[in-house]
Nanobody, 129 residues
Framework: QVQLVESGGGSVQAGGSLRLSCVAS????????MGWFRQAPGKEREAVAG????????YYADSVKDRFAMSQDRAKSTVYLQMNSLTPDDTAMYYC??????????????????????WGQGTQVTVSS
């Protein structure tokens, strides 16, 4: 059974920072493509960042590149999303998700929502101006 549990959300002012965590249990983490997604009210869920378990390469949406950084601690089966220079447009529910695949397929598909078959419950991020 795969479980993903996010934490670290909260309310900050524009320009502030937050670090989200997602603890993954189950075999998926060993060979999984991990992604962070977000969904604002009335909008579709969008990919924010991705990483393949145990690899260094990270992938980002253009809207967060140079502001957000995804990392992992494999010993803790945890991925992180460091979010800096937050703006009100970053306000959303943030989810982590995983699907089992190869590293090269993760590179090509990390931002495809329909590829992910395990999702966390989400953590709310609210940025005020």
């Amino acid at each position: 059974q795969v479980q993903l549990v996010e934490s670290g959300g909260g309310s900050v002012q524009a320009g502030g920072s937050l670090r989200l965590s997602c603890v993954a249990s189950g075999y998926m983490y060993i060979s999984g493509c991990m992604g962070w997604f977000r969904q604002a009210p009335g909008k579709e869920r969008e990919a924010v960042a991705g990483i393949y378990a145990g690899r260094q390469s990270t992938y980002y949406a253009d809207s967060v590149k140079d502001r957000f950084a995804m990392s992992q601690d494999r010993a803790k089966s945890t991925v992180y999303l460091q979010m800096n220079s937050l703006t009100p447009d970053d306000t959303a529910m943030y989810y982590c998700a995983v699907f089992r695949t190869s590293a090269w397929e993760c590179e090509d598909n990390w931002n495809q929502t329909n590829r992910y078959n395990y999702w966390g419950q989400g953590t709310q991020v609210t940025v005020s101006s």
